[in-house]
């Protein structure tokens, strides 16, 4: 689903669907922030003994997806809580959560990255401060079992 161009997008146009299943798909509030999209595959070496070469090959071994953390305001809504509650009961809280990467225009869609698997491990509440003029700012972080990018 990516619109390749000659000019790199910009990181600020995105959308975050948390993939509730519950008919109110998405967050109740955008996230001003989304990191930890990335995959890591483990390299194995192999070298057979009669092999004319020094050097080991490499081969490709298992691959992992990294915790992905999530940043918003905090508005008052519930959502992300509640799917923590779900975790901490010990029921099966996985979604598909996507992330998509929009034009400066919000018309098309540039990246897609599907996040399967997710569930949340962490919740950071605000740092409260009265002297400060900061926004209160909450956090998610979610452990990924597979991330498609499209």
Do not use: C, H
């Amino acid at each position: 689903m990516a619109n390749e161009r000659e000019r790199p997008y910009s990181a600020f146009n995105y959308l975050v669907d948390l993939g509730g299943g519950d008919g109110t798909a998405g967050p109740r509030a955008g996230f001003q922030e989304v990191t930890g999209l990335s995959i890591e595959v483990t390299m194995q070496e192999y070298r057979a003994g009669n092999d004319a070469r020094s050097a080991p090959q490499k081969i490709p071994g298992m691959y992992s997806v990294p915790d992905v953390t999530l940043k918003r305001g905090v508005l008052g809504a519930t959502d992300l809580t509640g799917w923590l509650e779900q975790v901490r009961r010990g029921e099966d809280a996985r979604r598909d959560v996507t992330i998509t990467l929009q034009s400066e225009n919000r018309q098309s869609e540039a990246m897609t990255w599907l996040l399967k698997g997710a569930q949340p491990m962490k919740y950071t509440g605000p740092s409260l401060n009265g002297k400060g003029t900061d926004v209160a700012v909450e956090e998610l972080v979610l452990s990924v079992e597979e991330l498609v990018i499209e």
